[in-house]
């Protein structure tokens, strides 16, 4: 009878999970006979909370949809509105009331709200109208919450450990009220989307990725933590506003910084040794040292890095077949990144990786060389040239490059002049492909579009900052720039443009579409690390998604709306090379279907009845 037929032994919390599933049966079993509305089939959930505290627990409220014999035993008759309503009703009711929010950030007030009463609402809402709300819960409109967050705060959600807590987190963890937590999203919120520091107003983004965890991937409500390391802001306007949340000194930095994520990576470590833990919008370098400090020990990945990697990697490689390329010709491609950061470097790395594995480049030098980088000041070129065809070797020394590191001078192009403007590079390299991961908005300039759609039939144009007003163009420039040729996406969702009578396709690239199904590839499997296989992986699954049809109109691959279907078959992707790399640590029966199993896993928001206990099992 368990729920997960698959699951033979487990190691670790799974056991406790299954066990826990073990005990809700026979506890369901004893009570079928006292409580009518229940049969065998359902799950049932369990509480010890009574009256009041049910209602407003979000995790038990069915708001409206208390049967009459839950009311009676929960304690809450008379509590609750006389007549029951199903959960279709109140939907009804939630979409009319959503539909009178005026503006994005009314909605996203709207949504949180929900979310604080009746968490299986939320997510039914959130998983039926997916396309349209993640814009709300997520990007753009998350941006302009994290903005504002110490305007709008009403309730807490997640965990904070600020520079008060040192010393202490160990011991914090255990307020958390789960004793299983699967995935865990975790910011310092230093570089929030392309808004810079926002400090612990970040904690917006974790608290939406984790929305997407369970709506796109099936993950319990109950097993997502979100947290900010509030390790300070150098936001002048934040430290100078007495409603910040946050605490009022500057970041810390260098080792008293590295030790503060130590102390809460083993904290959380201690209590939570198999949750999965995504490090989110970390400033760079931050980001690569944690990564690669933590990729080796423990079960984590920086978003920004890896998960953009593999969704950019997707677009590149289905663009690639909707110009009629087969995507191991990857090598061929001249692609130009703008923006070095983690979010560039982390994609260009996804890149190199395919183009080595794909086994048509002679050595990763050769793959380095197919991308040109450009960051605020320019293309990563040779400081000591003068000329674009300057041949000259790089002497020794950097001049003011010199603070570029070992990760970005991979792209350093010695033949080219240092800090060329990107119309400049344009024209020189002729590229295929142009991806921005800048934060800047308008680096896309009219001139170096239209010199690129010059030099290629089919432009491949990936504007992929975030929020929608940090994008390097809109979708309606870069249609009118190429004269309606590119294959565009974006990582903040555009609508579809109507160009010369025609409708040109916008495609959303955004790493939304990879950790969803991460995750649960991950929590399926008990995967014990998050290896590059798995992204690269993620990336060829993504790109093999659309049909001929789709990619023929410019449709890269499925949108945010068929997340959960996506998730899948990532998910089974990853437990594949899980179990392929001997990193799952949970055992499959001979003879069962993955996918299957991965289907089986995911969380689905219903109903289910509720029976008190005494809290004695
Ligand atoms: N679509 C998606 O899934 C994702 C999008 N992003 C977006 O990528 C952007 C960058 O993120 P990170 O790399 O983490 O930030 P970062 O701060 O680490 O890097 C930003 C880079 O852009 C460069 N840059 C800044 N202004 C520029 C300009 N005017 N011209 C050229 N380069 C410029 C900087 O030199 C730096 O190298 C953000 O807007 C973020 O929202 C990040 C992750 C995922
Ligand atoms: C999408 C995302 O993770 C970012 O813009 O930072
Ligand atoms: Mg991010």
Redesign the pocket.
Known sequence: MLRNPVLKTVHTTTQRYVTRQVRDYSRRALTTLAFPDLRMETMVQTTTKHGMDVIHDPLLSKGTAFSLSERERLGIRGLVPPRTQEMDKQLQRIIRNLRECRTPLEKFIFMTALQDRNETLYYRLLIDNLEELSQVIYTPTVGEACQRFHSIYRRARGMYFSTLDRGQMAAMVHNWPHDQVDVIVVTDGS?V??LGDLGANGMQIPIGKLSLYVAGGGIRPTSILPVVLDVGTNNEELLNDPLYLGMGHRRLEGEEYYSFVDEWVHAIQNRYPNALIQFE?F??PH?YNLLHKYQNHICCFN??IQ??SA??LAGVLAALKARGKPINALNEERIIC?????????VCEGIIDCMVEQGKVKSREEAYSRIWM?????LLGNPHIGSTDGTTPLPFGLGDRANLDERQLCYLKRDMKDRMGLEDVVKAIKPTVILG????RG?FTEGAIRAMAEGVEKPVVFP????TH?SECSAEEAFKWTDGRAIFAS??PFKDVEYKGKIRKVNQ????MSFPGLGLGITVSRASRVTSKMFLETAITIANMASEDQLKSGVLFPGVGALREVSKEVAAKVCEVAYEQGLARAHLRQGVSLKGVIEESMWSPEYVPTIRIDGHI
Do not use: E, F, M
């Open positions: 570089r989307l392309g919008d400033k760079y980001a978003d920004d998960s953009t969704v950019a703008v923006g070095a950061g983690s979010a560039g470097v982390g450009l960051d605020q000041h320019g991961l800048s934060g800047a680096v992929l900052s975030n929020p940090q990582g903040s690239i955004n790493n939304a």
